[in-house]
């Protein structure tokens, strides 16, 4: 085979197009907005705003000051807000009993949020380990999880959220038939435009560790004889798996989900553009708070210019297909992009 002789120069030229910052603009794909944020917060019963150790920038926020955030958050057009709980840990049983109570600082938060700003969604996790003395998403019994025992309680659960005003209910648990159980529970209450973001894709990541220390839950402990409770692999996925992600998501598309999620973020883009393709749902990824805490931690050392590296990592989120990202920076983001 002979080559053709080279042109003397390129055929095409792709640095044409990135010679000046209009061009760039001009040909980009792909833009963050405001609108594409869901502003991930952790409430607490104090008074004081306390700051997270291990997610500088991040403080657990009363409910006043959950309600100003809401202000903050419509003013910043940005859409919704994830609410997440710090419990006292004299108040943690085994079986998380006052996570349904229509008295606790996520119900209370929410009323407060909504009536500050109506404007704004307010999402809240539908799981237990907030409540739970062990630090697991489900209830406990011989060393495992009971998957069905843990939907009975999540319906309380997500029905007193449903009841405080919550617009969208995020089951985080992945106990298997929990969505449909849950909608079908939002429905016969009269709940029919209460809103489901499935975690539908959720790994047993590393990447969740200051998560922990943001909403004070039990460290996971092996328990007597190691009896398999330390850690989330009996419910959450094997980081190594796609295919399963696949049947996760069509499971809790059937069932009812009106959104789904993949979590984490950035180490799972694969995923996220995957379910984009197979099920063109409203896909949603959570940098969760490993992810926030390494581009801090790195930025605060100089090893990596913060500012661009977080508008970088949720630029990839929306190349990756998300319909929005769920993140700890939505309200930094937001004023740097509005
Ligand atoms: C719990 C829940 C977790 C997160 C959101 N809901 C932790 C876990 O599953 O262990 C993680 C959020 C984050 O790391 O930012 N159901």
């Known amino acids: 085979m002979t080559v053709p002789p080279l042109a003397p120069y390129p055929a095409t030229r792709l640095r044409r197009l990135r010679q000046a910052d209009w061009t760039r603009r001009l040909v980009r794909e792909t833009e963050v907005r405001p609108s594409d944020l869901i502003w991930s917060m952790v409430v607490h019963e104090g008074e004081d705003a306390v700051p997270v150790a291990s997610m500088p920038g991040v403080e657990r926020l009363s409910v006043k000051e959950a309600a100003k955030a809401a202000v903050r958050a419509r003013d910043l057009g940005i859409p919704a807000i994830a609410i997440f709980p710090h419990i006292d840990p004299s108040r943690k049983d085994a079986t998380g009993s006052i996570a349904a109570d229509p008295d606790g600082v996520i119900p209370r938060a929410v009323k407060a949020m909504k009536d500050a700003a109506p404007e704004v969604g307010i999402m809240c996790d539908v799981a237990l380990d907030p409540f739970t003395d062990h630090g697991h998403d489900g209830v406990v ?22 009841a405080a005003g919550a617009d969208i209910l995020a089951p985080s648990d992945m106990m298997d038939g929990r969505i449909g159980r849950l909608r079908g529970a939002l429905e ?42 330390g850690d989330k692999k009996t419910y959450q996925m094997d980081p190594s798996n796609t295919e399963e992600a696949i049947r996760e998501v069509a499971l809790d598309i059937a069932e009812g989900a009106d959104m789904v999620m993949v979590k984490p973020g950035l180490p ?24 926030y805490a390494m581009i801090k931690a790195a930025g605060a050392n100089g090893w990596i210019d ?6 970088e990592s949720l630029a990839a989120f929306k190349r990756a297909g998300a319909a929005g990202i769920i993140t700890y920076f939505a309200p930094w983001a937001a004023e740097k992009l509005g």
Do not use: C, H, W
């Open 306 to 311: 913060e500012e661009r590296a977080i508008l």
């Open 268 to 291: 799972y883009l694969d995923i996220l553009r995957r379910l984009v393709d197979e099920f063109r749902m409203p896909t949603y990824a959570f940098q969760v708070s490993g992810e």
């Open 141 to 162: 019994e011989n060393g495992r999880i009971l998957n069905d025992a843990t939907i009975e309680r999540l319906i309380e659960q997500g029905l007193m959220q449903a």
């Open 188 to 229: 016969g209450d009269g709940f029919q435009d209460t809103m489901i973001m499935s975690y539908a894709a959720k790994y047993a990541s590393a990447f969740y560790g200051p998560y922990r220390d943001a909403i004070g839950s039990a460290k996971l402990s092996a328990g007597p004889n190691g009896q398999g409770l």
